[in-house]
């Protein structure tokens, strides 16, 4: 028999003993990022190591998302293959985030009594305190508020994994798109103060990061607080951060075409770090169905920032996003949505088909066009 270390019996020992966090992620870049804030706020505070495999996790973790259709549905049916997990383990803890979770609050337990606690994202920062509450008083945690921007002042600086790295710059959304459950699951636009964005994008650069994508449900309405109490948009933000040691490429999504500025034309044609590519969703070309999902510009309006972007920045890369089967939408609506993507010509867009989102204003709307028709504009 070969003879075993002290040290090295010490490590195997430690190894075996380390705490572990299985993280599953539905959804958004957001979530994406949320998920990786998380990783490095269990990491620090409770010496979490991530885990591949759920039935090896001390903590569990669902970050889920609201936007598909039955996305109810896909949750509750993840935490039921989990439920056997908890019966074997009952020190486990498994919790519930992202926008279902805000959704769906308390009555998550009631479907999945075996859930320890509920947190939104902007509650995440209060992770390592519910976690340990729900163990020390065995009873569930619940937090799904919208304290304004806070979780970013709780919230250890990111871990480094790659040359690439996404940024949350803002928070939440107050356009209220009839179809869109954002506002109500994630709360109002909140900007991120604009110096501590650069200083956690410097941090990121300083160690190896070499492109960063700028995030918000609608980023092109960011208005960061600067030192001197100015606000300053996306497209000033963009130029501090090209100027950023280190930093060769800059993205930014998703963009709202209501607040698609000259200032960040501009932005594309002067600064060569920011990719050539707008991911810029319409929706549909139907000025009637964009007034009934509360778009607030037309289609002619939409057209005319492309042009002008074209103008400014020819071969640009341009992408957008439709929603077919809106209720209400006749073959005339349709037929000019397919003139719109004739007119601009997008490199590629992501099309679906509609599907009701409870709790918001499209829901209540007579919805006559049947699937099969729906499936067929597809």
């Known amino acids: 028999m070969f003879p075993i270390m002290r040290g090295s019996l010490n490590h195997v020992m430690t190894l075996s003993m380390a705490k ?6 539905h959804g958004c870049q957001m979530n994406e990022y949320d998920s990786s804030r998380m990783v490095d706020l269990l990491g620090e505070h409770q010496a979490l190591e991530v885990t591949a495999r759920a039935e090896d996790a001390d903590v569990i973790l669902l970050n889920t998302c609201s936007i598909r259709e039955r996305a109810q549905d896909r949750v509750y049916s993840q935490l039921g293959r ?32 075996y859930v320890d606690v509920v947190f939104g994202p902007q509650t995440l920062h209060r ?37 690439s790295a996404y940024v949350s710059v803002m928070e939440g959304c107050s356009k209220y798109c009839t179809f869109c459950v954002v506002p109500y699951t994630r709360g109002e636009e909140v900007s991120r103060p604009f110096d501590d964005v650069i200083a ?6 300083e160690n190896g990061v070499r492109e960063v994508t700028l995030l918000g449900q609608n980023v092109n309405g960011y208005r960061g607080a600067t030192h001197d109490g100015r606000l300053a948009d996306l497209a000033e933000l963009i130029r501090v951060v090209a100027a950023v040691e280190g930093i060769d490429r800059i993205r930014y999504t998703t963009s709202h075409p209501l607040e698609f500025s000259d200032s960040l034309i501009q932005a594309h044609a002067d600064v060569p770090e920011l990719v050539k590519h707008l991911h810029l969703p319409v929706q549909s070309g139907s000025d009637r169905i964009l007034s009934a999902m509360k778009r607030n510009h037309t289609a002619l309006e939409y057209k005319s920032k492309l042009r002008k972007l074209r103008a400014a920045v020819p071969g ?11 209720p209400g939408e006749t073959e005339k609506d349709f037929e000019q949505t397919m003139k719109l993507i004739e007119d ?7 099309s679906f088909v509609y599907s009701q989102r409870p709790g918001t204003p499209a829901a209540d709307l007579a919805d006559e066009t049947p699937e099969a028709l729906k499936k067929e504009r597809l």
């Not at 956690?200 to 650069?205: N, R, S, V």
């Open 200 to 205: 956690e994008i410097i941090h990121l650069a």
């Open 20 to 25: 572990k966090l299985y993280i599953e992620t």
């Open 344 to 350: 601009v010509g997008f490199d590629f867009s992501y």
């Open 82 to 113: 989990w439920r056997e997990l908890k019966l074997a383990n009952p020190d486990m803890v498994i919790a519930v985030g992202g926008c279902v979770a805000s959704q769906e609050g308390a009555a998550i337990r009631d479907r999945a009594p």
């Open 127 to 163: 992770l390592p305190e519910m976690i340990d509450a729900a163990r020390a008083t065995k009873l569930p945690q619940v937090d799904v508020s919208f304290p304004e921007i806070e979780k970013f002042d709780h919230l250890p600086e990111p871990r480094i994994d790659g040359p």
């Open 316 to 326: 640009i890369c341009i992408s957008s996003d439709f929603i077919v089967g809106f």
